[in-house]
């Protein structure tokens, strides 16, 4: 006998996702619906396929607010899969905890919502017994170990476990309800469905250990497809297939720009890499690296703002791949402008001589605000780099501008 089911985590319903301004209209507008667009995925292909029942392990809602958009939307998704028969088990994670203040919405009978304790559900399938583990946050900063309230396996039930959670150790992740590999095999489950970490990735193949990823990427950083497992464990194995449900995918691609020398020969080869990033992965909202930019390039690049090279990219993309968006552009020039010594030098100076902590500490306030925190991610090497870069880069164009940074 087979039991199959859905796995799916971080929904992040109603995601504000800032820092896209200047997308033309209809982009714009397909990047602040893609969470809700790749939720109607999920649940229109679990409303075509009939799988016994869901899993939702974190992160239903972005904040811990729910707005009345999202959690409206999830309740008329939840409708059609009690339409459909089709059970659904959700945990909350660190974003939708339990501790929040939201407007409260009720849920239709076939919703099983766990509780801030480790609690146990079961259901019935076909003569064969699931038994499925899960608790909700009950507020944000769960930061020790909640693996041993599970209990371990026993009898004959297909068990199932749901955590929201990170391996402890995982310094590139914010740590909540941290864990061992080890320590869920120890509990004998025969499936483990993780939540928190938006890439996907299979920690462990049999019994399978597995977190899903984000249904929708949320900015630049989370590339590539995102979507949700389809489940048939059967005969004491698993097999699982990924099932894409994004809106669009985030990505980048590099422009070689060497032997440049008109603003044609430059959207040529961008549309190149264009249309072929559209082939590859199919809607999207693509950043654009500039390379190779030599002495010849520059000299045309320096006839107009870069604010003006991206609206003339972002106008070609929309008439030839009008549902590939234009993020950004970065520029990498092979030698930075000169800048005089003084003030200006000192100032760069004294960033450059920041450590991690050194960035850390002055965008503590920023970084641990209990709201800004949703708008500007983790603060990670990555994210400390391109914060350098670009007050580097801002500084010293307002340098060369006569002291104004625009």
Not at 142 to 150: D, F, N, S
Not at 336 to 341: K, S, Y
Request: charged share 30%; aromatic share 10%.
């Amino acid at each position: 006998m087979t039991i199959r089911f859905i796995h799916a985590a971080d929904l992040h319903l109603g995601s504000p996702f800032k820092g896209f301004a200047g997308l033309p209209g209809k982009m714009a507008e397909t990047v602040r619906e893609s969470t809700f667009t790749a939720f109607r995925n999920l649940i229109g292909h679990a409303s075509r396929t009939r799988p016994d029942f869901l899993l939702i392990a974190g992160d239903v809602y972005d904040g811990e607010d729910r707005s009345l958009r999202a959690q409206e939307q999830f309740r008329q998704g939840m409708e059609m899969l009690r339409g459909a028969g089709i059970p659904v088990f959700v945990s909350h994670g660190n974003h939708d905890h339990l501790a929040g203040s939201w407007v409260r919405f009720s849920l239709p009978d076939n919703v099983r919502v766990f509780g801030p304790e480790v609690e146990k559900a079961e259901l019935t399938i076909r003569g064969t017994t699931v038994t499925i583990h899960g608790f909700s946050y009950p507020e944000r900063h769960v930061t020790e170990p909640v693996i041993g309230r599970y209990p371990p396996a026993g009898g004959d039930a297909v068990e199932i476990g749901m955590l929201h959670g990170s391996i402890r150790g995982d310094e590139a992740h914010d740590v909540y309800a941290p864990f061992t590999k080890d320590e869920l095999l120890e509990k004998g489950y025969d499936y483990w469905a993780l939540g928190h970490i938006h890439k996907r990735q299979v920690l462990h193949e049999q019994p399978p250990i597995v977190y899903p990823g984000s249904l929708q990427g949320l900015h630049r950083k989370e590339s590539g497809a995102k979507g949700f497992y389809d489940v048939a464990i059967g005969r004491g194995k698993a097999s699982l297939e990924f099932i894409p449900a994004g809106a669009l995918v985030f990505g980048q691609a590099e422009v070689e720009c060497a032997g440049i020398r008109h603003a044609d020969e430059w959207l040529d080869r961008c549309m190149d890499r264009i249309r072929a990033f559209r082939e590859a992965n199919g809607p999207g909202l693509l950043d654009l690296r500039l390379s190779g930019i030599d002495e010849g390039a520059e000299g045309m690049f320096n006839d107009a703002p870069e604010s003006e090279w991206l609206e003339f990219i972002r106008e070609a993309a929309m008439r030839d791949c009008p549902d590939v968006g234009i993020h950004r552009i970065t520029w990498e020039r092979a030698a930075a402008p000169a800048v005089p010594g003084g003030l200006f030098r000192d100032v760069l100076d004294e960033l450059v001589s920041w450590d991690a902590d050194g960035w850390k500490s002055r965008l503590t306030d920023l970084y641990g605000h209990r709201q800004a925190y949703r708008f500007t991610g983790r603060l990670d090497e990555e994210s400390i780099r391109e914060i350098r870069e670009e007050a580097d880069r801002l500084l010293t164009e307002g340098l060369m501008k006569g002291g104004r940074a625009e």
